[in-house]
């Protein structure tokens, strides 16, 4: 798992940000929904052999915020696959707070070895579960 900049761990799986400030989604040219996921929202995951992610899209606001909710509903009702890019940052606390994320300090890194999908999602709080692909 080699630490990339956003532009470059998306690029990766095909696909092109809206805007490299603001954009945590973007769809890939196989269809696929590319999504950028914390590394402290993982949790303890209720299939074995999985890993899953979950949070809340209130915790921020912005462009990217809105991006993201329409990209997780498209990909829950057409059941698309998900690929993975987890970011990560020593700053939790404030990422938690809601601060721009965009002015933290932080490393992202591609899981090319997983393939998931939206397992959850009402409108705000969403869960992802990957698999080995």
């Known amino acids: 798992m080699a630490t990339l900049g956003i532009k470059e761990a998306f690029a990766q799986f095909g696909a092109s940000l809206t805007n490299v400030q603001w954009s945590v989604s973007a769809w890939a040219p196989d269809g696929s929904l590319v999504v950028s996921l914390w590394e402290h929202h993982r949790r303890k995951s209720v299939v074995p052999g999985t890993l899953e992610f979950a949070g809340s899209a209130n915790r921020w606001k912005g462009p990217g915020n809105t991006e993201f909710r329409a990209n997780v509903a498209k990909a829950h009702a057409s059941q698309a696959n998900v690929r993975l890019v987890i970011v990560r940052t020593d700053q939790t606390a404030r990422v938690e707070a809601g601060e721009d994320a965009s002015k933290l300090k932080k ?19 969403y869960a992802f579960r990957f698999t080995k692909a």
């Open 107 to 125: 490393d992202f890194f591609r899981k090319e070895e997983v393939v998931g999908k939206v397992v959850e999602w009402d409108g705000e709080n």
